[in-house]
C-alpha cells in the first residue's frame, strides 16, 4: 500500500516532495480515473502520494498592474466566476467538464496533467502564460510552450510543484474559443481552438492562434503571427491560404476514438476562416 | 492509513482509512450511506453526487484525502430540509421520477444550482444539470421540475 501525505500548508508540501518522488494529487478528477481499480479495491497508485486539495495559499486569483496570477489550486469553478479573469479563459472553463468536476478541478492540475487536450492550454498560450514553478531549493519560472513538452510530459524536476501561473495582459478587440467535442459535457475536446487579435485604424496590431488536441502540444506559431502583424484588416481575407497551408504544415491530428485526422484538420482550417473574417469585420 | 477529519452530514467525523479511497465508497461502504450511487465511477454521469462546502462533487472521482477539512452533505441529510421538500415535491408532481436512479444526484444538482442562483433560467438549470445522467425522462420532465421548485421555494434560497 502507497503511503499518503496531506500538508496543510505550501512549505510542508515542498518538504515531503524535497524527500521522494510521489505522485501530487490536485482536484484528482483525471487522476482518479486513469487509477480506477476494479469495485471496491483501492485505485491502483504505484508511488506515495501527496494530496494538494488542503493548501489554502494555492487558491487565489490577484490581479497586478499587467498581469493575473493564479495560484495552481484554483477550481475551474472559481476561474469561470472571476472577473479578474480574462473572458477567453473564463469561456473555455465554462464548457469544461460539469459543475460536479469544476469544483474540485484545478488550473496547475490541468497544466500537471499536460493532456494535447487539456481546454484550458489554448488560452494560457495566447495570454503567454508564464508557469512558477518550485521547489525548496529553487524557484524558477518557464513560459507555458517550454514547461509541457509531449502528452503527459513536462519538464517537471524531482520535489517540484506548480506554484501558480501568471498570465500577461494582452489587449484584443477579436476574441475567439470554439471546442468541439462529442457533446457540450463531460467531452474530451476532438479540437479546439483560441485566438485573439487587436485591429486599430484598419491595421492588424496584434493577432494570436492556439490550436488543442491536434498535435502533441498546443500548436502556437509566432512566426505565422509575425507575419500577419501590421497588415491591413481589410486585407486578411487574401492571406487566409497562406495562414491556413501555415498551420496546416505544424498541425498533426491523429485518428483515436474521439475523431478523425481528416475531421480535425478540417475543422481548424473553417476555425482559421471564421476567425478571420471576424478580424476582416473588425477594421 | 491516515486519520481523515471532515464533516459528514453536520457531525465531525473522523476515519482511518487509506486516503486514496473514493469518497463514494467510504459514504456507501463505511458509512451505510448509500443514497449516492454508482453509475460510471468515472465521473460522466453523476449519480454518485454529494454536496462538499454546498457545492455539487462527483464522489466517484474524490478522493477521501482531499475530503479532509471539508463540510460534506449527502441526500439523507439533504432530505431533512425544508429545500428538499420543495424540490421533491415539484419532482413528483412534474413527473420527473422514472426508475430513480439517479435521482438522488439530479437533487444534489438541483440544491447546488438554486444556491448560487435562486432564479435560474432554462439554459442556466441545463447547464446546472449537464454532469448528471438520466436514461429515463429525457430531462425535460427534470428541467420542469427545477422551475416549478424554484417558484414555489421563492425565499429559500
Known amino acids: 500500500m502507497v503511503r499518503s501525505y496531506i500538508p496543510k500548508s505550501y512549505g510542508e508540501a515542498l518538504d515531503i516532495l524535497s524527500k521522494g518522488d510521489l505522485t501530487i494529487m490536485a482536484g484528482g478528477t483525471d487522476l482518479m480515473v486513469k487509477k480506477r481499480n476494479r469495485a471496491g479495491l483501492l485505485p491502483s497508485f504505484q508511488k506515495d502520494v501527496l494530496f494538494l486539495s488542503g493548501i489554502k495559499e494555492l487558491s487565489y486569483i490577484n490581479k497586478e498592474n499587467s498581469s493575473v496570477r493564479i495560484g495552481s489550486m484554483t477550481t475551474l469553478e472559481e476561474i469561470l466566476y472571476s472577473k479578474q479573469i480574462p473572458s477567453l479563459l473564463r469561456e473555455a472553463a465554462a464548457i469544461m467538464a460539469s459543475p460536479g468536476i469544476r469544483h474540485t478541478a484545478t488550473l496547475g492540475g490541468n497544466i500537471g496533467n499536460a493532456s494535447p487536450a487539456g481546454d484550458t492550454l489554448p488560452v494560457l498560450y495566447l495570454y503567454n502564460a508564464m508557469i512558477i514553478i518550485e521547489s525548496k531549493r529553487q524557484t524558477r519560472e518557464v513560459p507555458i510552450e517550454e514547461f509541457i513538452t509531449g502528452p503527459g510530459r513536462t519538464t517537471f524536476g524531482p520535489g517540484e510543484l506548480i506554484k501558480e501561473i501568471v498570465l500577461e495582459e494582452a489587449k484584443f478587440n477579436v476574441l475567439y474559443y470554439k471546442k468541439i467535442g462529442g457533446r457540450k459535457t463531460d467531452a474530451i475536446s476532438k479540437v479546439s481552438f483560441a485566438a485573439g487579435a487587436f485591429a486599430r485604424n484598419g491595421i492588424v496590431e496584434d493577432i494570436r492562434m492556439a490550436f488543442g488536441a491536434v498535435s502533441p502540444r498546443v500548436a502556437r506559431d509566432r512566426g505565422i503571427e509575425d507575419s500577419i502583424k501590421g497588415t491591413p484588416a481589410a486585407g486578411i481575407l487574401d492571406l487566409a491560404e497562406e495562414i491556413r497551408n501555415g498551420y496546416g504544415n505544424i498541425i498533426n491530428p491523429i485518428d483515436d476514438q474521439r475523431s478523425n485526422a481528416k475531421y480535425r484538420k478540417k475543422c481548424c482550417m473553417n476555425m482559421i476562416d471564421d476567425f478571420l473574417g471576424k478580424v476582416f469585420a473588425e477594421q | ?157
Request: aromatic share 4%; hydrophobic share 40%; charged share 25%.
Open chain 2, 1 to 157: 492509513m491516515a486519520e481523515i477529519r471532515f464533516i459528514l452530514n453536520g457531525a465531525e467525523t473522523v476515519v482511518n482509512e487509506d486516503p486514496t479511497m473514493r469518497l463514494l465508497d467510504v459514504l456507501r461502504d463505511l458509512m451505510g450511506l448509500t443514497g449516492a450511487k454508482e453509475g460510471c465511477g468515472e465521473g460522466e454521469c453523476g449519480a454518485c453526487s454529494v454536496l462538499v462546502d454546498h457545492d455539487i462533487v462527483n464522489s466517484c472521482i474524490m478522493p477521501l484525502g482531499n475530503a479532509a477539512g471539508r463540510d460534506i452533505m449527502t441526500i439523507e441529510e439533504f432530505s431533512k430540509t425544508e429545500r428538499y421538500n420543495v424540490i421533491s415535491r415539484a419532482y413528483e408532481d412534474a413527473g420527473a421520477v422514472q426508475c430513480g436512479f439517479c435521482i438522488p444526484g439530479m437533487i444534489i444538482a438541483t440544491e447546488s444550482l438554486l444556491n448560487k442562483n435562486p432564479h435560474p433560467s432554462e439554459i442556466e438549470i441545463r447547464d446546472g444539470l449537464s454532469g448528471n445522467l438520466c436514461r429515463c425522462t429525457g430531462y425535460n420532465m427534470i428541467v420542469k421540475a427545477i422551475q416549478l421548485a424554484a417558484e414555489r421555494g421563492d425565499g429559500l434560497w
